[in-house]
């Protein structure tokens, strides 16, 4: 089944920036298509990070469940003005509402509490985040309005590639197809991008530590 769903959003198409600032425009305006599209655009994001808490195949489709709610309802207080990237604005949301699924399970939540994540950390080190206080939760959205920034200063093939082999965890030849150069290309606006961005972020990041 996972296998199967996987293959799906394999076939999803990447959306380019302007075709995705006109969707969220059509977006707040009511229209439903527009709304469908970014939500199906949207899909692998909530794959990936699902895939990160390594529980077998039938849970993580539940948690790919939830996960859609988290995207859904980020949607709904999502205002594409901010310049704030959506991957971004949105993890948050998808993944507190697979950690509170995972949290409120009656059957099978306690178990998954030593259930190790991606990063090393366990889903119990996880949960705390849920209740992050309003410092924290106001430097999580600086670090990811500046990293937005710092995408959208990116000349655009950078920015599709590191958008899809990031936020989206797209093939390196996948994205390549997408964008119509070679892969070995793709793997060159990849350095490119992120040497960018840790040139961007770099005196944010030292200040930031400092605080």
Not at 151 to 164: A, F, T
Request: charged share 30%; proline share 3%.
């Amino acid at each position: 089944m996972l296998q199967g769903y996987l293959e799906e959003l394999r076939k999803t198409s990447l959306l380019e920036p302007e075709e995705e600032l006109e969707l969220w425009r059509r977006d707040a305006a009511g229209d439903e298509a527009a709304h469908q599209r970014l939500m199906t655009a949207y899909q692998p994001l909530v794959f990936k990070i699902a895939s990160s808490f390594r529980l077998p195949e039938a849970d993580t489709m539940e948690l790919i469940q939830e996960g859609m709610v988290g995207l859904l309802e980020a949607a709904e207080s999502y205002d594409y003005k901010r310049q704030v990237a959506f991957s971004l604005f949105a993890s948050y949301r998808i993944r507190g509402s697979m950690v509170d699924y995972l949290r409120h399970s009656t059957d099978k939540g306690m178990l998954y509490l030593d259930s190790e994540l991606s990063k090393g950390f366990t889903l119990s080190d996880a949960l705390p985040s849920e209740l992050a206080s309003p410092s924290e939760v106001t430097e999580q959205h600086l670090l990811c309005e500046k990293v937005a920034q710092a995408m959208d200063r990116l000349p655009l093939k950078e920015q599709q590639v590191l958008q899809g082999m990031y936020l989206e965890d797209r093939p390196a030849q996948a994205v390549a197809d997408a964008i119509d150069v070679s892969l070995g290309h793709v793997y060159r606006l990849q350095k490119q991008g992120v040497r960018r961005i840790r040139g961007m972020l770099s005196r944010f990041i030292h200040e930031f530590n400092k605080e």
